[in-house]
């Protein structure tokens, strides 16, 4: 199975820790976010992986020759000359994933969570989407609404009343509010969908969802109890270590 790490990004609210390393190296409980990810990545059974870089790229490079790639095929998604965001991300990569119809499970590497990820990647396989996106109940002021069905149909700020794609009528009777976890699982149809001139460069994966999600298939895994924490900000470092250290004792 394959796979996408996000691990490309500047980390500017992790500062000052990201003025000397990137994001993706920033230690939890002994060991760099990027490594949970790797590490959770191949326990679920993926052994083929793409990471994407840009901020302080050698380290990454460095860091993964030390460890032998953790016994797995990685490829490396050179954005050192531009960074491209998550959606502009993803197509750099299309060479990776668009040689045949399996999917790819896409990971942003600051996130850390309990979800069974070959659980969600099956999921995908069975519904046959064009991506599915991991979504749960917590509180946020932006939600991703999804019909009945699952089906992604829009997006709401709760705060400003924004919502999107351009022109949707947002109705709480119809639909139901879920946060985006920065998971999802991909096929490589997806591409046809990022040919048009308006997906080149730099651009986000969620803007493409909303914009193409009333021509296209994108479907919601939907989680009531997911545990999720985003290594956004220096304060949650301590969360996610407490986050790691409960589930080692666990196991």
Known sequence: MKAMIFAAGLGSRLKPLTDTMPKALVPIAGRPMLEHVILKLKASGFTEIVINIHHFSEQ??????????????????????LLLDTGGGVKKARTFFENSNEPFLVHNVDILSDIDLKELYDYHLQNSGVATLLASQRKTSRYLLFDTEKKLCGWINKDTGQVKPDGFQYDESLYREYAFSGIHVLSPAIFQWMDAPHWEGKFSIMDFYLATCRQTAFFGFLSEELHLIDIGKPETLAKAEEFIKGFESLK
């Not at 990454?60 to 000359?81: P, Q, Y």
Request: glycine share 4%; net charge negative; proline share 0%.
């Open 60 to 81: 990454i490079l460095d860091f993964l020759k030390a460890n032998d790639n953790f016994g797995l095929t990685i490829h490396i998604s050179d954005e050192r000359d």
